[in-house]
């Protein structure tokens, strides 16, 4: 699928390392894995985690992240945004951590953060490790792992210039236009002249 990338805005520098989920605050998501793996990192360098997203339909569940992001440094849960301001909260994200538990077909998040070269990091699962190539524009871990998640995450917070590397390596978006044009092709074959 393409998206609309003409007009998002640059990136918003920082003096810490900005860490975000985005997408439905739902256990399957694999939000606690990430709280938990956050909970395990270590030292100095400042970062930060904010979650994207609605618990609606799961107030329990979104209650007990509720109380579990504030007693965890750093963290804050924003709430859901609309659409049009997915570019605006990428432009002020340097990871994108997509801890999901059950297969993914192809996430936005993906290719929204691939578009604005914000590397990712992903359960190695289907549609997600489809998307992402360890090591090269992201990393993955073990699915349902909080003790890889936190590896992964610690190497970026503690290997000087991966994240950089891993932004520069972003694959290119495909857009609206691109798929259109290649269905276009696709049905032209396949139809009587």
């Known amino acids: ?36 793996a956050w909970g395990r990192l270590k030292g100095p360098r400042p970062r930060t985690l904010t979650l994207w997203g609605s618990a609606a339909g799961e107030e329990a569940f979104g209650e007990r992240v509720r109380q579990i992001t504030a007693k965890l440094d750093g963290v804050e849960w924003r709430g859901a945004f609309s659409p049009a301001e997915v570019w605006r909260v990428l432009a ?17 998040v993906i290719l929204e953060s691939q578009a604005m070269q914000v590397p990712l990091v992903g359960s190695n699962i289907g549609g997600i490790a489809e ?16 003790v890889d998640l936190a590896i992964q995450l610690q190497r970026l917070l503690d290997e000087p210039g991966l994240r950089e590397q891993l932004s520069r390596s972003a694959p290119p978006v495909r857009t609206v236009a691109d798929e259109m044009a290649d269905l276009t092709r696709l049905f032209r074959r396949f139809l009587p002249a």
Do not use: C, Y
């Open 1 to 36: 699928q393409g998206l609309e990338v003409s007009g998002h805005p640059g990136k918003v520098p920082s003096d810490h390392m900005r860490f975000a989920f985005m997408g439905q605050l739902k256990a399957h998501k694999g939000v606690m894995t990430l709280l938990d």
């Open 131 to 146: 998307l992402i190539t360890h090591e090269r524009d992201g990393l993955l871990f073990e699915t349902g792992s909080a």
């Open 92 to 108: 002020s994200t340097d990871v994108m951590i997509i801890p999901s538990l059950w297969v993914e077909n192809s996430p936005n």
